[in-house]
């Protein structure tokens, strides 16, 4: 029981399960709770679920920050099964126009193929002050066969009498690496 404005109010816990083969990613639904109350018979309710699979990324995301048209990328991922059991990295896909990259990946340790880095390699190509897109990590895994890891950079015009310098590295900080 609570209290609301003077006006006793009963509360209700209601529980939410997923089921057992929920995939891994993110999970949502509407609930519709029927209610005794007449001010409200039916109360809606979002429900939200991140389900964690089998696989891990350090860090989660790859946030490359400001940019200049031309900057080069050198950017590592590690890619990590939770419960040390060996797989294999079949493939790595992106969608952006604005950034040309190359991916690498191989193991950390070649005798156990439980953890992977992922090297991102390239350059901002295009003007673009809001990036966001998905790196899709593809592998021989059947419920985590493709992991989606977040991409997000701010691009600009490459300036002119600039003391930046065109080919300098950004370090994963986003920074100018010296």
């Known amino acids: 029981m609570g209290e609301f404005h003077s006006e006793q109010l009963r509360?209700?816990?209601?529980?939410?399960?997923?089921?057992?083969?929920?995939?891994?990613?993110?999970?949502?639904?509407?609930?519709h709770i029927r209610t005794n109350d007449p001010r409200a018979m039916v109360v809606d309710a979002n429900v939200f679920a991140r389900v964690m699979g089998d696989l891990t990324t350090i860090p989660g995301r790859v946030n490359l920050g400001i940019m200049q048209v031309?900057?080069?990328?050198d950017h590592k991922v590690?890619?990590?099964?939770?419960?040390?059991?060996?797989?294999?990295?079949?493939?790595?896909?992106?969608g952006s126009q604005a950034l040309a990259l190359d991916f690498e990946f191989e193991p950390v340790d070649p005798e156990n193929r439980s953890?992977?880095?992922?090297?991102?390699?390239?350059?901002?190509a295009q003007v673009r002050?809001?990036?966001?897109?998905?790196?899709?990590?593809l592998t021989d895994i059947p419920d985590d066969s493709a992991i989606d890891i977040n991409l997000t950079a701010s691009i600009r015009a490459?300036?002119?009498?600039?003391?930046?310098?065109?080919?300098?590295?950004?370090s994963a900080s986003g920074t100018r690496a010296p």
């Open 70 to 73: 031309g900057d080069v990328i």
């Open 129 to 137: 002050p809001r990036l966001s897109g998905l790196i899709t990590v």
């Open 158 to 170: 490459a300036a002119v009498n600039s003391t930046a310098q065109p080919g300098v590295p950004i």
């Open 115 to 124: 953890e992977w880095t992922l090297s991102i390699t390239g350059e901002a």
């Open 11 to 31: 509360a209700t816990s209601i529980e939410v399960t997923l089921r057992k083969d929920a995939k891994p990613g993110i999970q949502n639904a509407k609930m």
């Open 78 to 94: 590690r890619i990590k099964h939770r419960h040390g059991k060996a797989f294999k990295i079949t493939g790595v896909e992106a």
